[in-house]
């Protein structure tokens, strides 16, 4: 199917969402979770990427070593290539000098299986990122389910566990939680289970501390995730593979799964990556540790865009 297909499959509207739930799914994009095969992924580009003080992790590496740009975009290239290497379609937000943070494509959208929401970023020279996502859903031709308006809402707090299942994050720096309140009302009203967990605002977004990576199959920081929450996921049956603090901290559990037992981690989760490697999983091990300075990690970087059954 071509974009034009899509296009005329999907017309876009700036609000699709039934204020009463009962939402319909769209046919030519969308997922039913983050763990079956992506096929298309939203991606932004490093070209105008500058270090910013945007979180205590960019802070501590501004203080003690900052992010060399160059190598940072061609560790980009690398993350880019392995994609292509899984055959899965890139799209991209138009790169502009004014939005230097917009290679975190997770943040000032979120896609769901009925259309994209904009989120309400936290940091003053981020919110740009939000019209801007509204400009590339508007050229791929993909609906706006909605727009958060209640406070602050990020796209690394939105956390697809399984079908119907989402873990809503809420740290108070980047996503406030009037912000999580409203996003859970929405799915609350889709028939979705949803809670919202606390976190410290030192860890950002939920995605550092837990992100999934096949049905049943999560990886989670044990070290700094709130117990409450593990239990929660080990009574829906969800094996947990513990992502050690020390590599969490340089971003390991943040990494992208591409369905049939296929995963992008950075070099940097030596755990995860043996983990999952003696569970028989293909995995494309990416060296982030420059860009990564910048404040996010693989999981930061893409928007899944569609994913379909395997």
């Known amino acids: 199917m071509t974009v034009h297909d899509r296009i005329v499959a999907e017309p876009f509207s700036l609000q699709r969402r039934n ?19 992506l096929t298309d992924v939203l991606l ?16 501590k590496h501004l203080r003690e070593a900052p992010c060399n740009v160059q190598i940072a975009q061609a560790q980009h290239k690398d993350l880019v290539a392995a994609y292509e290497h899984f055959g899965v379609n890139i799209h991209w ?5 004014e939005l230097p943070m917009q290679v975190y494509s997770r943040d000032s959208s979120v896609m769901t299986p009925y259309g994209a929401f904009i989120t309400a970023m ?17 050229k791929l031709g993909i609906p706006i389910y909605d727009m958060v308006t209640a406070g602050t809402f990020e796209g690394g707090d939105f956390n697809v566990i399984e079908e119907g299942v989402v873990l809503i994050g809420c740290g108070g720096a980047r996503t406030q939680e009037e912000g999580a309140r409203q996003v859970q009302a929405w799915f609350d009203k889709e028939g979705w289970e949803t809670r919202i967990a606390f976190i410290d605002e030192y860890y950002v977004h939920i995605d550092l501390m837990v992100v999934p990576i096949a049905e049943k199959l999560t990886a989670v920081c044990l070290a700094c995730t709130e117990p409450g929450i593990v239990d929660w996921l080990k009574g829906k049956g969800h094996e947990i593979i513990d992502v050690p603090f020390q590599d969490t ?38 060296d982030m540790s420059e860009i990564s300075k910048t404040g996010g990690g693989i999981h930061c970087m893409a928007q899944a865009l569609k994913r379909v059954k395997a």
């Open 44 to 59: 932004g580009s490093p070209n105008f990427l500058r270090h910013l003080s945007t979180s205590s992790l960019s802070r």
């Open 249 to 286: 901290m340089a971003l390991g559990c943040n990494f992208m799964s591409l369905g049939k037992d296929r995963v992008i981690a950075p070099t940097s989760s030596k755990t995860l990556i043996e983990k999952l490697k003696a569970q028989g999983f293909e995995v494309a091990a990416v």
């Open 19 to 37: 204020p009463n739930g009962g939402t319909k799914p769209l046919t030519a994009w969308g997922f039913a979770n983050e763990t079956d095969v």
């Open 122 to 138: 936290a940091n003053w020279w981020r919110r740009g990122e939000n019209y801007a996502a509204i400009r590339t859903y508007e």
């Open 93 to 97: 937000h138009e790169p502009t000098p």
